[in-house]
């Protein structure tokens, strides 16, 4: 039997997409197993924290490395991880030397060039799948609106002043990724698939696009009312929800235009929900609306009963790959308001799956809310559970496997 290995920084919630491809790729036959980078819960054999194997000196010297190529970076703006001095080696793990294919998820700050090539070197076909820009830019895990990956990332406006480590990271992965026809790539939406072709590190690569996957038999439609009750949240009010990890201090989330957007709604039963952070007290101070905030969630089916219980899901993201959370909300058959930007429109239809706003307007956002709740935009999620089907994305996964195998 074949046997997968994803190499992952943490687990859920945000490890989510590893911990479910994983599992759902056994669920269908394969031996897929998770080899988790930091502290985190183990579930079972399937799962190996390797935490514990990181020498003391290495983690000293990687955090030194991380605060010098970091210095004067634009604090409170952007996202930025460079790459590590030492990292974390892997190849003598039994594991990896037992794997007949390996992933490479979300590992940024935690593998180094020289880790990422030592995989390389064992001549396995290696998947990258990019859930951010990270792999092809000089660090930044969403560019915005700067193109500076296409070329050099040189004069990188994530840093008060000139810093040369973008550009210096950015050569290394395009020399790095071109050295070894074993290193594949995989994005799950066809807006970031698009950026990594035209970026200077991948240019010479075959982008493949597979969407993340979804076990369709948890997120489905539950009655509104039970799923209330259980949450013990309000049967007579509409419920919005906002959900992400770190939430409303997350610059890229747009926290803001969505508090603008509410601000700008007349309606005295409206309740809002957020998920994946705490208590803000600020963001209560400025939301003219009660909000209930349920912390972080690591639980799927507790993820499928707060999509139920919502009436519209709110994600006024400034960008996004392909984003889970409006998945999961799409198919338990809760329709989805948000931004035309990014990966976005792949799964958020105006007049089938929600409403799509223009980018960072909280007018028109607010249009888009009114015209859910007042019914007026007709909502079908039928196509998207077959289009997204747990079947059909791993399928896809192993066709991409065999393919490189030579396997009939």
């Keep these: ?148 990956y296409h070329l050099s990332c040189e004069n990188c406006n994530m840093f008060e002043w000139h810093s040369f480590f973008p550009c210096a990271h950015l050569k290394s992965k395009e020399r790095l990724f071109s050295k070894y026809s074993n290193l594949n790539f995989i994005s799950p939406s066809r807006w970031m698939a698009s950026c990594a072709k035209k970026s200077f590190a991948l240019r010479n690569k075959i982008v493949y696009t597979i969407p993340n996957v979804i076990d369709e038999t948890i997120f489905k439609p539950i009655d509104k009312k039970v799923v209330r009750q259980i949450l013990n949240l309000p049967q007579d009010r509409i419920i919005i929800t906002f959900g992400c990890v770190a939430g409303q201090d997350n610059p890229y989330k747009g926290w803001k235009y969505l508090e603008e957007a509410i601000n700008r709604i007349d309606l005295d039963n409206i309740l809002i929900v957020v998920y994946g952070s705490g208590y803000n007290q600020e963001t209560v101070d400025n939301t003219k609306y009660p909000i209930r905030f349920l912390g972080r969630v690591y639980d799927d089916t507790m993820l499928s009963l707060i999509c139920n219980a919502s009436d519209l899901f709110v994600t006024p993201s400034l960008c996004e790959n392909f984003s889970l959370v409006i998945l999961e909300n799409i198919l338990c058959g809760t329709p989805v308001v948000g931004f035309d930007t990014t990966g976005i429109p792949e799964l958020v239809k105006t007049g089938q799956t929600g409403y799509l706003a223009k980018f960072k307007d909280s007018d028109d956002l607010a249009k888009g809310i009114r015209s859910i709740l007042n019914k007026e935009i007709t909502f079908d999620m039928g196509q998207y559970r077959s289009s997204y089907s747990s079947r059909n994305i791993i399928e896809s996964h192993i066709k991409l496997i065999n393919q490189y195998l030579k396997i009939e």
């Design 1 to 148: 039997m074949m046997k997968i290995v994803h190499i992952q920084a943490s687990m859920p919630p945000s490890g989510n997409a590893a911990y479910r491809l994983s599992t759902i790729m056994r669920n269908y036959g394969l031996d897929s197993y998770v080899l988790n980078l930091m502290p985190s819960f183990k579930k079972d054999n399937a799962y190996v924290n390797v935490a514990k194997r990181g020498r003391i000196f290495g983690k000293i010297v990687d955090y030194g490395v991380k605060k010098i190529k970091t210095f004067r970076i634009r604090k409170n703006v952007y996202f930025y991880t460079p790459l590590p001095a030492i990292g974390r080696d892997l190849v003598s793990m039994s594991l990896i030397k037992e794997a007949d294919v390996i992933y490479v998820h979300w590992v940024s700050g935690l593998l180094s060039i020289n880790n990422i090539e030592n995989l390389a070197k064992t001549g396995k076909p290696i998947f990258f799948f990019m859930h951010d820009m990270w792999t092809f830019t000089g660090g930044c895990h969403h560019s915005m609106e700067c193109e500076g």
